[in-house]
């Protein structure tokens, strides 16, 4: 199995922030944090006014086409290993919606996934680089059926990032529940718990 050079890191003001959130959009949604992820950001704000904040949208296509979802995944190890090192104070909130979730999920990784082969797929990152993390909270999480359909290896969260983790489900998602009730799993359906998510992070940092 082979695995890509890590990208050079990332050039950050000085001072380095005390909070970075990173957060990648769920599928078809517009470049940037899309509805949950804007929704998510402005609660936290809001929770900790006196924290200064920087925001990284993860850059990635978000398309349908799922295997494309591993430049997400290297986008967001790149920027997540150069705050770490660039920043080492800095507290990283890790956080993504639907495809994007699975995207931070994977990019929590302390193993590339069996069956997963190419030069193109990100090693996993450093074992010490999750102590730079706060919090990874994930909305609408592609359960194992989910990403069975989508022909996708299971999600499995690193073990130094799942004390830290908080995965939200809106009820009758069909994505992340036994659900049926697509219009559960809409861009903004998410909108009204990113309050929950954000207090969840808040309480970490």
Known sequence: MHSTAVTPPLAFADPCPDVQVLFARGTTEDPGLGATGQAFVDSLRARLPERPMDVYAIDYP?????????????????HIEATAANCPDTK???????????VMGFSTANAIPDGVEGVDIPRPMPPEVADHVAAVVL?????????????????????????????????????CSEGLNFS??????????????????????
Not at 62 to 75: C, E, K, L, S, V
Not at 92 to 102: N, P, T
């Open 62 to 78: 978000a398309t349908n086409d799922w295997p494309t979802g591993i430049q997400g995944i290297r986008d967001a190890t790149s």
């Open 92 to 102: 990283m909130v890790l956080s993504g919606f639907s495809q994007g979730a699975a």
């Open 184 to 205: 559960a799993h809409a861009p903004g359906a998410y909108n009204g718990i990113a309050d929950e998510g954000a207090s969840y992070a808040a309480n970490r940092l």
């Open 139 to 175: 909305f609408g999480t592609p359960n194992e059926r989910a990403m069975n359909f989508l022909g996708q290896p299971p999600l499995v969260i690193g073990p130094a990032y799942v004390p830290k983790t908080i995965q939200l489900c809106m009820p009758e998602d069909p994505v």
